[in-house]
Every structure is written in structure tokens, then in C-alpha cells.
């Protein structure tokens, strides 16, 4: 894979291309998938800078500390991030989670003696697991429910439980494959640094209110990112460069760029929506994994749901459990082998998707089969 900013160039360039050919090819379409997917992004950079003021704030180290302290053994301190994954992801989406958490998840595990790889790849398997919560909280939630203007706590009411079901099933997995990695012995872990319980706090806090309550979160939420980033940067305590780095600016645009050319071949075509509508919800979860590994679930979900799907919960479902298939599936995966990096740690793209292998169609059945139950679709 190619370093991170070469990476990003590229991107950019063929998110940029890809906007730009839509545009002239057909501009209403264009237009309409612009229309449909802007509010996705600009959410997400909200959150991660939200994440970076918490990040900076010492809250996600504290909570590392603590449960490296607290928990009595591996498999006690794997439940424990499982759940803290679980909450960050849902609270602040995928992207902030893997970004952030994993640095400390890795930090945690060494404090203690232990194995860092359960908690390493369990980082990244558990937060596009665990996206299935809030919208949010995965912007392929928010693209493919433009269609349905549901409020954050009536996707909650219909997603909990496969959300939850996915969530479980794939901490399971990864804590049988490295079941030795976790009866480690623990050594004596030293008090952390206490946190700041101002501004992040406050930031997080807001952004939990407007996601739950609004429909239409995405400018609320990104006005109290910058808001929080800007306050850092004019108080000298942060970068502009490490704001900018957090950001990733050019990977945003060009995954929007591509998502709106998708989009605008979806409206122009109706191939996809056709397929789709002679598929059922099991059926339309799996079309929709394979999609997410072959062009990233971000594009996938903009060209999948270009026109309202038949199946939307069954639709996200393979759009945010397929991504643990492989390093293409989305965003999360990039911004984990950064953060990993980052941190020291030697991750192996080859061994997370070993063990996405085994996670995903295990967890996409648990979740399928609790939304079967819901009565959802």
C-alpha cells in the first residue's frame, strides 16, 4: 500500500476526475447524488475533529489506563475494549474510533505484559462491527437512509439488536483465534495522567445530543468540531498540520468525489436497483459486502442506494460488516494501519483479513438474523 499521502493524492486526483466527469455527463444526476452524499462527510469531520480535541484532552488515554488497571485478566480487559470500541465507534463514528483507540488499545495491552494482537485487530473488526449502531456513527448509514429521514434514535430502535448481534459475535471470534494471547500475565500498571474534562468532554457531549435528536445532524455537529479545533489551535494547544493530518482532507474528497460519480451512474442507470429488487435481505447483504471490497463501501453504498433500495437495514449490513473482509472495504482500514504504525505496532493486512474471513459472514448472520426478528428490513 502506498504511503499515506501518496495515497491520498491519488485519491483525491480520481475523486476529483470522477466528480468532474458526472458533472458534465449528466449534471442533474450529478447534482442529486452531490445532494445526497455531502451531508455524510461533513459529518465525519465533525467527529474526527471532536475526536482529536477529546484525543488531545487525555480522555481516550485515561480510559485505556483505566482498563488496563481495572481489568483482572485477558479475557476481562478484551470485554472491556469490545465495549469501549463499542461506545467510541457509536458515539463518534468508525473513523474516530480506529484512529484513536488504537494507539491506546495497543498501549493497554503492553502496559499489562500481554499480546497486543487481540486488541490490535479487534480495534479495527469491532468498529465496522459496531457501526451499525447511531447513523453517525458510519457514513454509509447516512447514504443510504437519505432516502428515509430517520432521526438518529428511530435507526436505533430498528438497528440495535443486529448491531449488537454483530458487535458480539465478532469480539467472539477474534477472542477464540487469540485465545493465547490473552492469558498473558499482568504486570503492574502506574496511575495515568488525569484527564482534561473541559472541552472534549463538552464536544463529545454535544455531539451525542444533536446526533440523537436531529435528522439532519451533519452541520450542527461539524460547527462544534471546528468550533473545538479552532479553539485549540488559537490557545497554541495544537497544530494546524496535525488538524489538517487528522482531518485527511484529500482522502474525504476523493471518496466523495468517486461516491458522487457512483451516485450519478445509479440514477442514470438503473442496473443496481434492479438487481437489488429481485434479491432478499440476505441476498442483498452479501451483493452488497462484495460491492463494499471491490470500489470501498462509501461508493458502493452511493451507487447501491442511489434510488431508494428495497432492503436499506439489510443493504448496511453487508455495506459496513463487509468492509472486515478486506483493505479495500473502507476508510477504517487506512486509518488503522497509520495509527498502528504510529504506535509501534507491526499490523499484518493478511492476518486481519484472516480473521475478517471468519468474522463476517458469522457476524452478518447474527445480524441478519436479529433484524429478521425485529420485524425490519
Request: charged share 10%.
Amino acid at each position: 500500500m502506498p504511503s499515506g499521502r501518496v495515497f491520498g493524492a491519488l485519491l483525491a486526483t480520481a475523486g476529483l476526475f470522477g466528480l468532474a466527469a458526472a458533472a458534465v455527463a449528466s449534471p442533474s444526476d450529478a447534482k442529486a447524488a452531490a445532494s445526497q452524499d455531502w451531508p455524510p462527510f461533513v459529518l465525519v469531520a465533525g467527529l474526527l475533529l471532536i475526536g482529536l480535541v477529546a484525543d488531545e484532552d487525555g480522555l481516550f488515554a485515561a480510559a485505556g489506563h483505566v482498563l488496563a488497571k481495572t481489568a483482572k485478566n485477558g479475557m476481562v480487559l478484551f470485554i472491556g475494549a469490545t465495549v469501549m470500541v463499542g461506545v467510541v465507534t457509536a458515539v463518534l463514528n468508525l473513523d474516530t474510533s480506529v484512529a484513536f483507540l488504537t494507539p491506546v488499545l495497543v498501549y493497554t495491552a503492553r502496559s499489562r505484559g500481554e499480546g497486543e494482537a487481540p486488541l490490535l485487530y479487534g480495534c479495527l473488526l469491532l468498529s465496522n462491527a459496531g457501526s451499525l449502531f447511531p447513523p453517525g456513527s458510519n457514513l454509509t448509514n447516512l447514504i443510504v437512509l437519505g432516502h428515509f429521514h430517520l432521526s438518529g434514535a428511530g435507526f436505533l430502535a430498528r438497528m440495535w439488536a443486529p448491531a449488537l448481534a454483530a458487535l458480539v459475535v465478532t469480539a467472539a471470534v477474534v477472542a477464540v483465534v487469540e485465545r493465547r494471547a490473552l492469558q498473558a500475565v499482568t504486570e503492574e500498571i502506574g496511575l495515568p495522567e488525569r484527564p482534561v474534562l473541559g472541552l472534549g468532554l463538552g464536544a463529545i457531549s454535544a455531539a451525542i445530543v444533536l446526533v440523537v435528536v436531529l435528522r439532519s445532524p451533519a452541520l450542527p455537529v461539524a460547527a462544534v468540531g471546528v468550533a473545538a479545533a479552532g479553539i485549540r489551535l488559537a490557545a497554541g494547544r495544537d497544530q494546524p498540520r496535525r488538524v489538517l493530518d487528522v482531518l485527511g482532507a484529500p482522502v474525504l474528497l476523493g471518496l466523495f468525489g468517486i461516491a458522487v460519480a457512483l451516485g450519478a451512474l445509479g440514477r442514470a442507470w438503473s442496473g443496481p436497483t434492479m438487481a437489488l429488487s429481485h434479491l432478499d435481505s440476505w441476498g442483498t447483504a452479501g451483493a452488497a459486502a462484495v460491492s463494499s471490497v471491490l470500489v470501498n463501501n462509501l461508493p458502493a453504498a452511493s451507487l447501491l442506494a442511489a434510488r431508494a433500495p428495497s432492503h436499506p437495514f439489510a443493504l448496511l449490513i453487508g455495506l459496513n460488516l463487509g468492509p472486515n473482509l478486506l483493505a479495500t472495504g473502507s476508510l477504517a482500514w487506512v486509518l488503522w494501519l497509520r495509527a498502528a504504525r504510529t504506535a509501534g505496532a507491526q499490523p499484518s493486512i493478511a492476518k486481519a483479513s484472516r480473521l475478517g474471513a471468519l468474522a463476517v459472514p458469522l457476524s452478518m448472520a447474527a445480524a441478519l438474523g436479529a433484524l429478521a426478528l425485529t420485524g425490519a428490513r
